[in-house]
Every structure is written in structure tokens, then in C-alpha cells.
């Protein structure tokens, strides 16, 4: 195996019929990290994993995952990854218990380290309680934390997890976090696709964001941030003011009363505030802003949306 | 690093064999569990053995045995086809909510799922039939057939079984939904009416006798009653063999070859 990258895709395309859900997707993971996929609504994150984790064919493209080529050696592939999907993939007539000593069984780890494992991961997701009665009977949220058990019945090198914490009570968002920390802390590398900027933020060692298909950034959270963007100042002012605000520093208005401004450094900021107390502006209210990923997220997401028209 | 799970690589076939015994045992818990499909499978066929024997029994001349004598072996293929459209949703409901995504994600024999239904489905018909025999003898039913015949019954009946049982499960898995399953399914269930099951087919119209004597539901109906009533079952075994055989290994063949292969969308 090489000592590359453990998941590496060049060029992937996917078209369903006229939609063309995948462009032209590049992606390198590291070994032992947790790559961040985002995207709206229908970027082809799902089907990026899908792809990833041999269910579906790409048309075009090549991708490796832990060294075997996708489309060559499927099997090996599988032994090597746990993949938790969007929609939730366990079976609803048997217990939590059964679901998991069957997949165990299925991964061919032997009936007692089957049930052996399934123990050990009701436990962890605190499922002990619930152990045998029949899924059906069990809360979203409980479901969604089985399916992530399942997936880990192997204990795989390599995790997919489509959304893995939509639909989760604050309170289980934050112990599935965990639990994604001590996986990786473990060795496992995740890739990870999420609506949640902040679960992206807080998980992901790197991030790509995806859109229409393609890749339109790749970075780490931090690099991210700083290439959309400069910091802003939020500058409040009287209602009557704010026109006379926007055509000294530009800007764009918030509400009425606040305008947000880009500022590069201490100096720009110096610069701003004089040129309004010039033009007998009163700042009633001055506020600097870091760029979040919500800021990342929206910049890039909607510049390739116009870009498209 | 993560802990490597050190485990001898079981031989291809081992696999194939492992994976068909846990997802056999899979669906044979999902038949305990599910209310509507044992009512299904047991009631059905029950109440019809009865309402032939009780209702029309007496109005029904065969021109030959008694009338429970000539409908107990259409009583019988009728219980198995009652299973399929339980089956066929069985299948769909799979595809449906996600389970099979998992399966096809795992380094296992993909068509152990389906098997897995196969079996079920024949563990339900043969629970059937013996059932309808049973109480076929109770109220009425007076079989000639030497212990020949009845271990030929049986070779006959558990090939017709099989091979229902995976014309069920492709239907599940081309259907594209749990509703559409169960209505394609249920074509399984009513052809067989019209065939020799019920009436002698010398007293229909032409039309429709000429479908009855060439559809493939009668000679296995034939066999089964004329090797229960120790006649010579004459042509009608090589027709059931020449009907069956090629359509077990037809639909065994797509059905896994059609789920084992990844899809396109
Ligand atoms: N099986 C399919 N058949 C047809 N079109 C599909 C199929 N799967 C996905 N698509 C289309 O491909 C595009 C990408 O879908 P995908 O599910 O990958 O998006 P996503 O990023 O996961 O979205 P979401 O955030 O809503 O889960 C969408 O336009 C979708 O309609
Ligand atoms: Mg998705």
C-alpha cells in the first residue's frame, strides 16, 4: 500500500439522467484525519460518499480508498470501511442487539466476537437499556445512534458518516461529537458530510465545500475563513445617517442602522472611523467581526450559483 | 492506530455459506415477528380448504374422486402462492428503507439477502401445506399415494416452493416499491384460480380451458393430485419439470446477478 493519501478521488463524475451531480471531484484524505465534506442541498455530497463507499459507480473518474482501487478491488475495499448513511440503515424488526450481532456476524468476526463487540457498543452509545427490544419501537435519535454503532461493528480504518447528526437532541449532537473525537484520537480516518458549519468547525481538521458539483474550496477551517474573508466592522449610526455612512466607507446596510464594512488590520479601522467623524457621521455603535464558516459557507456557495447563470 | 481485528479470512465459500445462514436466520425472525404475514401464510389457505370442502363440496361434481380429494392438491400450490406477495414486500421493504445500502456496503456475498427471503418464503409454504394436508385428512381427504409417491409429491412440490419463492423476491426487487411489490405479487396469487386447481378444465369454456392446460400452475396441481390419489400422473410430471426447473434457475440467476451488481443511480 502506498503511503499516500488513505482516501484519494481524481476526477469523479456522476450524471443521473440531465443532472449532473458530480463535475469533475478531487479529493485527498490524510491518514488519521477528518475531512469535512459541506455543501447545500443537492451539491452531490450523498452521492460523493455513495461513490466512496462502493455502492454506486461514477462515470468517470478514479478513486483509491486505503490503497485498493475502487472499481477493481471492491472487496477489499469494503472490509476496510463502516459507512453510515443519510437515511438511517438498520433493521426495524429486530432488537438493537440482534442488528448488531448480525452485522458482526456478517463482517465474519465469529459469533463471539460478535456478540461480544455488540455489547461493547450498546454500551458506548448507551443503548444498553433498549438492547433487545425491536428497533421500531425506538426514538430517531436512538436509531440514528444504533446505525452509527453498526457501522463501527468492524471497527473500520476508514468512516463515512452522511449527516450523522441531523435529526439529534442538542445533547446527543454533542455526545456523538465526542464520540467522533475519540474515534479519530483511535486512528480512524472520518469523512464527514454536514449541513452544520459549527460541527464542520469544531470536527474537521480540513474542510472542502462542495458545490454544483465541484469542489470550490479545500482547506483547513482557519485558511477557509481568511480566504473569503477579511474581517468586517459592524457600524451602527443613526437611522438618518446610514446613507450618508454607506457612501463614505461602503459597505452593505444589515438593518436601518448597521452597516458592515470589510477592514484589513488596525490601520484600515483607524482609516474608516476618521473618514465618518470627517463626514460628521456618529458611530453609535462599533462591532469587529471574525468570519465563520456561515460566512465561508455563503460566499462561496453563492458566487458559483451566479457563476452558473 | 485502530485495533486491528485479527481474524482468519474465511475461504469464498464459507462466506457465501455464513452469510445465507445469518440472513436466512434474519428472516425467519422477521416471520415471528410480523403478525399480518403468519395470518397470511396459515389462515388463508385454512379457510379456503374449508369453504371448498364445506361450502361448494357438495354442488361440485368432479366426474371422479370426491370434491376434497380433487382440491386438496389445488388447495395446496393455492398456499403457496399466498405467500408471495408477503415476500415480494419483504424484498422491497429492504431495498426500501436503506438496509440493503448497508449490506451492499459490507465485504459479503450480496445475494445472501435474498436467499435469506427465499428461505423464509419456503419455511412458510411448506408450514402451509403440511398444514392444508392435515386438515384435509381430518375433514375428508383419503390419500391412495404409497410412500413412492408421496417422497415425489414432495421433490415436485419443493422445486414448484423454491421457484415461486424467487419469482416472489425478483418481483420485490424490480418493483420499485413496497406497494407496487405487493400488487405485482398478487398476479402470483390469483393465476393460479385459473388453472386446474378448482373445477376439472374439461367443463370451461375453449378459451379459457386452452390457458388453463398450458399455464404452468396445472401440471404442478396434476402431478399433486394425481400422485396423492395413486394415478398415473403421466405427462403432467415432465410438464411441471419442463415449466419449473428453467424458471427457478432463470429467476435465481437474474435476481442475484441484478442485486450483486452496483448500481448506476
Ligand atoms: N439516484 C438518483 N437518481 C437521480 N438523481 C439523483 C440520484 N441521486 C442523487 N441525484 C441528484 O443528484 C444531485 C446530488 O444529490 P446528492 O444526494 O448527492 O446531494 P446532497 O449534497 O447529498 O444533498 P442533501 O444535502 O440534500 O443531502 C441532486 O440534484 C439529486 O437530485
Ligand atoms: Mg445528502
Redesign the pocket.
Known amino acids: 500500500m502506498s503511503g499516500g493519501y488513505i482516501i484519494e478521488a481524481n476526477g469523479l463524475r456522476k450524471t ?2 440531465s ?1 449532473t ?1 458530480l463535475e469533475s471531484v478531487d479529493l485527498q484524505v490524510e491518514r488519521g484525519t477528518v475531512l469535512g465534506l459541506l ?12 461513490i466512496l463507499s462502493t455502492l454506486l459507480k461514477a462515470d468517470g473518474g478514479r478513486a483509491a480508498i486505503a490503497g485498493y482501487d475502487l472499481d477493481t478491488q471492491p472487496r477489499q475495499v469494503r472490509k476496510v470501511i463502516g459507512l453510515t448513511g ?1 437515511e438511517t440503515s438498520v433493521d426495524p424488526l429486530l432488537t438493537g442487539r440482534e442488528n448488531l450481532v448480525m452485522m458482526g456476524r456478517l463482517f465474519h468476526l465469529g459469533a463471539a466476537v460478535a456478540e461480544r463487540r455488540a455489547a461493547e457498543l450498546l454500551e458506548r452509545f448507551g443503548l444498553v437499556e433498549a438492547a433487545d427490544r425491536q428497533v421500531g419501537t425506538y426514538s430517531g435519535g436512538m436509531r440514528r445512534r444504533l446505525d452509527l454503532a453498526v457501522s463501527l461493528v468492524s471497527s473500520p480504518q476508514i468512516l463515512f458518516l ?2 450523522p447528526t441531523t435529526g439529534l437532541d442538542p445533547t446527543s449532537r454533542m455526545a456523538l461529537w465526542e464520540m467522533i473525537e475519540d474515534l479519530v484520537s483511535a486512528g480512524t480516518t472520518i469523512l464527514l ?1 454536514t ?1 452544520y458549519l459549527e460541527e464542520a468547525d469544531r470536527l474537521a481538521g480540513r474542510i472542502a465545500v ?1 458545490n454544483g ?1 465541484r469542489i470550490v474550496a479545500d482547506g483547513t477551517p482557519y485558511e477557509l475563513k481568511r480566504q473569503v474573508g477579511e474581517e468586517r466592522a459592524e457600524l451602527t449610526v443613526r437611522a438618518d445617517d446610514l446613507t450618508r455612512t454607506m457612501a463614505t466607507v461602503g459597505g452593505e446596510s444589515i438593518d436601518e442602522r448597521t452597516v458592515s464594512v470589510a477592514v484589513n488590520g488596525p490601520d484600515d479601522v483607524r482609516g474608516l472611523l476618521n473618514r465618518l467623524a470627517d463626514a460628521g457621521v456618529e458611530v453609535v455603535r462599533f462591532a469587529l467581526h471574525q468570519p465563520t464558516l456561515d460566512d465561508v459557507f455563503r460566499t462561496l456557495t453563492s458566487k458559483t450559483t451566479e457563476g452558473a447563470k | 492506530m485502530t485495533q486491528a481485528t485479527a481474524v482468519k479470512e474465511p475461504s469464498p465459500l464459507a462466506v457465501v455459506v455464513g452469510d445465507c445462514v445469518e440472513l436466512s436466520r434474519r428472516s425467519l425472525r422477521h416471520v415471528t415477528r410480523n403478525v399480518d404475514e403468519i395470518i397470511q401464510a396459515f389462515v388463508v389457505p385454512v379457510v379456503l380448504l374449508l369453504m371448498f370442502r364445506f361450502l361448494f363440496g357438495g354442488a361440485i361434481n368432479t366426474g371422479g374422486p370426491s370434491y376434497v380429494d380433487y382440491v386438496i392438491a389445488g388447495v395446496i400450490v393455492l398456499s403457496v402462492t399466498f405467500n408471495s406477495p408477503a415476500t415480494a414486500v419483504a424484498v422491497a421493504n429492504d431495498l426500501q428503507n436503506g438496509i440493503v445500502e448497508r449490506f451492499k456496503s459490507m465485504p459479503m456475498f450480496g445475494g445472501a439477502v435474498l436467499v435469506g427471503h427465499v428461505v423464509a418464503a419456503v419455511l412458510r409454504s411448506l408450514i402451509a401445506v403440511v398444514l392444508v394436508i392435515g386438515l384435509g385428512l381430518v375433514v375428508g381427504f383419503r390419500p391412495t399415494a404409497g410412500p413412492v409417491e408421496w417422497l415425489a409429491v414432495l421433490a415436485v412440490l419443493l422445486l414448484f416452493i423454491v421457484a415461486v419463492a424467487w419469482v416472489a423476491t425478483l418481483l420485490g426487487l424490480v418493483s420499485g416499491g413496497v406497494e407496487a411489490a405487493g400488487g405485482y405479487a398478487t398476479i402470483l396469487v390469483f393465476v393460479p384460480y385459473a388453472s386446474s386447481a378448482l373445477v376439472p378444465p374439461e367443463t370451461m369454456p375453449t378459451a379459457l380451458r386452452l390457458f388453463v392446460e398450458y399455464q404452468p400452475f396445472t401440471p404442478v396441481i396434476d402431478t399433486t393430485r394425481a400422485l396423492l390419489l395413486g394415478h398415473p400422473a403421466g405427462a403432467s410430471v415432465w410438464l411441471a419439470l419442463a415449466w419449473w426447473v428453467p424458471i427457478l434457475v432463470l429467476t435465481m440467476a437474474y435476481a442475484v446477478r441484478r442485486f450483486d451488481r452496483r448500481t448506476n ?1
Do not use: C, S
Open positions: 443521473f439522467g443532472v451531480a455543501g447545500p442541498n443537492g451539491a452531490g455530497k450523498t452521492t460523493m460518499v455513495r443519510q452522511d449527516e458530510t449541513q462542495l458539483g | 443511480a
